[in-house]
């Protein structure tokens, strides 16, 4: 009973600090826009992401398309629904299987199981440990991060696997950084001491006693991490290294619309653009604002 | 910045296959795909790959074949790989059956070819051998009487097999550290000087933005952090935040549509022919634009953070206190330690302006490193890809030790140990 209390009484605490940031409720607005049509994509709109509706390419918004369609006909809005459903709730693994977890969600998971397990043993180890492991990251870093993007989807070919591991890639050397200077911190407070006294091994100090300590800044950091891996997964789609045709990939799109501007049919590289840049936005606003409120509140 | 070389190599080098695949189609055999790799030394182990890109092949062609090797460039601009012989002329070889020939570039010009079954060299076991250079502007060494079918890939003109080809390959090049990174497998030049034209053009429209940016930026950003929290500063940030946080892209799609589409203002894609960039500058605006809208929201946040923090000192309260003017207090005081992080900061921040530049330069087709990185990422032009990916990571190494020093300059109380 206690137990469920604390847990109510965290949860409760969490949301006073979303609540006071209105910053942080404007992107919570936006973001949760999202993630609720992405999870009723079915619902919210009444075309398939792929049928096609040949007699009306490229037209603007109308009654039976709200956002109008592209070159092929297909609805934009349903496609930007699809698109969001993969970049939020699924990933696509092969035609078949999906899993559940945005490939953008994922990609920032797995970052941060590498980036945290690297930053924790290198901040709390310390000495040559430390210096290989930063030393390698550091290397890694310097490698301008849409380039680094770039060149590893080039060299292991696009798909949304590929892409998960591109994004986790790229972001661990972030993670790993924020993580050991956190770790820096916490290691020298009495409780780590005390653990080090009792004689504890160094998985359980490291993953029980530092890592749920330093879960606020580490969690703010993968709001932030999501919002650029959702930057990056439309990046890669602009520059033809998405995931491949027909998927509604938001990037892709964009690139394919790109083609029709000038013939006076923008709609469809404008929607996709409007996505991303709002779910981003979202994203950053929320990050923002609780790191604003998290710094008052301490 | 050696580290970054090997994993930028590793990265790019990890499969050579789908090179192979991605350049020569995907209906070639598995013949033709073995003979185009061991053709450009793919098969051989990762590390001696590495040291040859790095340091460059001709010094190990040279020991095996016993005279020193020259490079020349054709009118074309192609460049082709010749052994000097102690009299001057240039030399190279082909098989034709059983019988060596050698072809001649005399100094004067002429080109004869004679049979030069003469250097055969017998090894231990018999088999008559002789490392040369082929035509292809590689060390090959040959073997007398190995009927080891090869297949060439002349390009143009497709495949064609040949019997008594080389057995080994070296294809020659000078290396990074001296200026070559090879030949590009998708043009057939030397990638050195491509880049170089590139990445002169992405300097130009890199530069313009930054003289733009940086002015606009920290005044914005000082007029934001002078009173935290106020009208002005809430738009300004919320602004400026969403700027460089939206896709490069799509900003850049959002301006085309505005600028271009709707009121036709200025031209939407930029179109170069050989004089770029300066033939055409009312092209240059959008991309210009682009990028400053990206940039401008970054380094305003880092000046309007830094520019607040000294707001609150001390030592600007008792400015004002003792009755000072406050543009006074806010120019003298404030804004010069103010601007010590942004500075810095910025700099680092070339890093993502680089990522920025690749995409505005393909939203518009502007003919920059980036489009060039792309374009090498797209067909596994590997030769080109890592070293359009050193030049950058150089640049962005470069400009962060560049803030390094200036940091400690402008602020003497850090030292680095």
Known sequence: MSKKKKAFDSIKNGLNILFASKTAVIGLVIVLFWVFVALFAPYVTGYGPMEQDWMNPNKGPSMAHPLGTDELGRDLWSRLVYGARIVLIVLPVTEDIWLPGGTAVIGVLVSLLIGATLGLIAGYRGGWADEIIMRFL??????????????????????????????????????????????????????????????????????????????GPIIIDSMLRIGYAIFAMGTL?????????????????????????????????????????????????????????????? | ???????????????????????????????????FLKQQGFDKPLTSRYISWFTGSDWVAEM????????????????????????????????????????????????????????????????????????????????????KETWNYVYGRGWGKTTGGPVEYIPLKKGFLRGDPGISLRTGRPVAKSLFVRLRNSLVLAGIAFV?????????GIIAGLKEGSLQDRILSITGMS??????????????????TWLDLVPGATVFGEKAPWER?????????????????????????????????????TAYLKGLPSFKVIFVHAVRNALIAPITVIMLHVNWLMGGIVIV??????????QYLLDSALYKDINAIEAGTMIMVMIAVGTQLIADILYTFLNPRIRYS
């Open chain 2, 243 to 260: 700027f460089s946080v939206i896709p490069e892209f799509a900003t850049g799609i959002f301006l085309i549509l505005i600028m271009s």
């Open chain 1, 138 to 215: 550091d290397a890694m870093m310097s490698i301008p991060i849409i380039l680094l993007y770039l060149i590893i989807v080039a060299a292991i070919g696009a798909s949304a696997v590929n892409i998960v591991f591109a994004i986790a890639i790229v972001g661990a050397p972030g993670v790993a950084r924020l993580v050991r200077s956190l770790t820096l911190d916490i290691k020298t407070r009495d409780y780590v001491r005390a653990a080090e006294t009792r004689g504890e091994d160094i998985f359980f100090i490291i993953f029980r006693e530092i890592l749920p300590n330093a879960k």
């Open chain 2, 212 to 220: 733009i940016v940086m002015p606009l930026a920290l005044i914005l």
């Open chain 2, 361 to 370: 330069e393909v939203v518009f087709g502007y003919p920059g490193l980036g």
């Open chain 2, 1 to 35: 910045m050696f580290l970054v070389s090997m994993a930028v190599f590793m990265i790019v080098e990890s499969s050579p296959g789908n090179v192979a695949k991605n350049i020569l189609g995907a209906f070639i055999t598995p013949e033709q795909e073995a003979s």
């Open chain 2, 64 to 147: 095996k074949i016993g005279h020193p090797l020259k490079r020349i460039t054709t009118e074309k601009g192609y460049q082709e790989w010749w052994v000097e012989s102690e009299n001057g002329n240039l030399l190279q070889w082909n098989l034709k059956g059983e019988d060596l020939f050698v072809t001649i570039l005399e100094q004067n010009g002429n080109i004869k070819e004679v049979i030069d079954n003469d250097r055969w060299q017998k090894d231990k076991k018999g088999i008559s051998h002789f490392w040369g250079v082929s035509n292809k502007n590689s060390a090959v060494k040959w073997e007398k009487g190995s009927a």
């Open chain 2, 281 to 317: 500058p009312d092209m240059l605006i959008l991309p210009v634009l682009t990028l400053t809208l990206i940039e401008l929201g970054y380094v305003l946040r880092i000046t309007r953070a830094s520019m607040a923090e000294v707001m609150r000192s001390a030592y600007i309260r």
């Open chain 1, 237 to 298: 789609g602009f520059l033809g290294l998405g995931l491949p045709p027909p998927s509604p990939d938001w990037g892709s799109m964009v690139a394919k619309g790109r083609e029709f501007i000038m013939s006076g049919s923008p709609w469809a590289s404008l929607w996709p653009s409007v996505a991303i840049a709002s779910l981003v936005v979202g994203l950053n606003l929320l990050a923002d604002g609780l790191r604003e409120e998290l710094s008052r509140y301490q």
